[in-house]
């Protein structure tokens, strides 16, 4: 009997080891808990992430390392909805720039001041929204992304809404969708991030003032020309590396270009 109770608890003690752990945790602005994660000493850069992704993109990407290796403390977060963070599925824990609310929080919670920020995809959507609310931001990088996202009714965030909220209206974008659930993500929070992203006007982009690089894959076509985005903001420049919208991020021509900006 003994042997068996060992068992059981060997098996339960295995399970529990097998959860993912999510400290460290910081409570946010309106009680939701986000898991992020700080690697390196110096200057702070924080990564966002992409739709249907985690910090664990980061991970997987030269930039990281090359960041650490170049004198910088990076911070990364899994934003609300996503990975090891929690996940509400109302509304108003989306709406009114709630993700953005979390990075500031998170800045002001581990005491870091005049930060980057590195964005791809819809991070670089983020980043964007990110400069017009927190002068705190250093310099920044929006990568894999064109100025459409100025506009609130960008065919992009319309049918990947519908898509989540009606299946099949949207085949084209069904593979993504598969790939949503395959992974784990959750469908019912996508589909808020997709209702409530982001929107920085073309007005708000000429407004900003901090340096930015946009870059871009040479065979990224995903979310546009990345051109009119350095058109839409003052002073911006692009850098052109190799790879589709879903590698780019990945290669270490990526993560020259980002060292090389942020340590001028």
Request: charged share 25%.
């Amino acid at each position: 009997m003994n042997s068996l109770f060992l068992v059981a608890g060997l098996l339960l003690f295995g399970f529990v080891q097998a959860q993912p752990a999510r400290e460290p945790l910081f409570t946010s602005f309106d009680g939701t808990k986000i898991h992020y994660d700080i690697v390196g000493a110096g200057k702070p850069v924080v990564l966002l992430h992409g739709f249907i992704s985690t910090s664990e993109s980061w991970k997987r990407a030269d930039l990281r390392q090359a960041l650490i290796d170049a004198g910088f403390k990076v911070v990364m977060l899994d934003l609300r909805g996503n990975g090891l963070s929690d996940k509400p599925h109302t509304a108003e824990a989306y709406r009114d720039n709630a993700e953005l609310k979390d990075v500031m929080a998170l800045m002001k919670h581990l005491g870091l001041k005049n930060y980057d920020v590195v964005g791809y995809s819809r991070g670089a959507i983020l980043t964007a929204k990110l400069l017009t609310m927190d002068k705190q931001v250093h310099k920044a990088v929006m990568g894999g992304i064109s100025v459409d996202f100025s506009d609130p009714d960008w065919y992009r965030r319309r049918n990947f809404h519908e898509a989540l909220t009606k299946p099949g209206s949207h085949p084209e974008l069904q593979s993504a969708i598969d790939y949503a659930k395959k992974s784990g993500a959750d469908t019912v929070v996508l589909a808020r991030l997709q209702e409530f992203q982001p929107v920085t006007s073309r007005t708000e982009l000429a407004k900003i003032r901090v340096p930015v690089l946009v870059v871009n894959g040479d065979k990224d076509t995903d979310n546009g020309d990345p051109k009119t985005l350095v058109d839409a903001i003052p002073g911006s420049r692009l850098v052109i590396v190799p790879g589709d919208h879903g590698g780019a991020m990945r290669t270490p021509e990526f993560a020259k270009a980002v060292v090389e900006f942020l340590t001028k």
